[in-house]
């Protein structure tokens, strides 16, 4: 009989997902890879400094145990009546429970899966209103910048009160359905967007906001009812959950009248000569088999994160980026990329140039020599790095210029900073 209470009782766990009070406090849970080592020059093999967090985070362990537990059982969802797929199936759905409260959705907010951040803002994209104008700053992401079939583009804003007259300005003058689209923190600089100012000049023109979140919720909690934001989209990867999943929250109507994003099974009431869709935006647009164990290993990064509680994660994020920069505003020939200057609040995300060098020669010798990971190039923000380059450098004709940028999180230590300032130090004074 054990096989019925927990066949019965896991659907009502997940229905009640919301209401159980999450414990707070927990110790920083720990990341796997903290002991990989890398070959260095001279064939040496040192502690691998992991600076590159904001193209992926490495998997956090419960991340790791929700997925290893969730394995044996693993099968099919929403269409089985085996006990394995019913159990794979509330695991699922549970996720999106605690994927809603995680960004502090409204009840009826739609949570969908989705592949990533990328593939969720062209899930709105495609669910838009017919003649919808999408506003949106040349700062973003590639993939907030490039889905609208219609938009206008607004020029990197000086401060960020000039980020909400922009806005302001731009939506006051479009008629018909409007979107504004904005980044919660710049995968550039870190730095944090005004998101509550916007969504409440959005709303006054009657428009719609998206966040892009996914730089920021890695970093900070967000809660989307208490901003009024309308949709928020954020990658697994980025979350210490590095198993293909992404999300899109938000409201639902847009999204129960949009297109089926894919057109298969599950996303379909009933076919026969006519094809009758699901109105509800989540089996609308997630057609096919869905990645259930990206869903199941983001929730349990959501959790590992509320667990912890934000306040000793901003703290020891707070120490190391201060460390960081300060460290590398040290340095001669060293420039830190930055729109709203040295003292504006940011995630833990430094990009920065070295005099002489090209970002892909200092991210080599960074490998190569000390075994400390970071990116260079454009971070998939062509425009707006250009445009800190051209105000850092007085010009940015040469299309390879790009940055190198740091980035930590969970699991970077005071000695990676360490390591990467006094590298880029060895590096200039060669
Ligand atoms: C701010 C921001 N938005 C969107 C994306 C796209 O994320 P993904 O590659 O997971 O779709 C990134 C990735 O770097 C990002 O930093």
Redesign the pocket.
Known sequence: MSTLTIFSSVPARAAEAEAVPVATSRPIPAVLGADLEVPVKGGRLVGYANLDY??SAPCLEPVSAAVTAALPAYSSVHRGAGYASQLTTARYEQARHTVRAFVGARPDDAVIFTR????ATNLLARCLPAGTTTVVFDTE?H??LLPWQKSVRLAPPAFPGEAVRAADAALAGIDGPKLLVV?AAS?VTGELWPIAALAHVAHRHGARILV?A??LVPHRRLNLTALDLDYVAF?G??LYAPFGA?VLVGRRDWLADGEPYLKGGGAVRSVGDDTEWHDDPEPRHEAGTPNVLGAIALAAACDALTATGWTALVREEERLIARLRSGLASIEGVRELSLWGDDHPRVGIVSFTVAGYSAREVAETLSGEYGIGVRDGKF?AHPFVRHLLGEADGGCEDGTASAVRASIGIGSTQEHVDRLVEAVRDLVNR
């Open positions: 904001a193209a990533n951040t990328t593939d992401h993939a907030s980044t995968n892009d996914a730089q990658s990867h980025k992404g998939c």
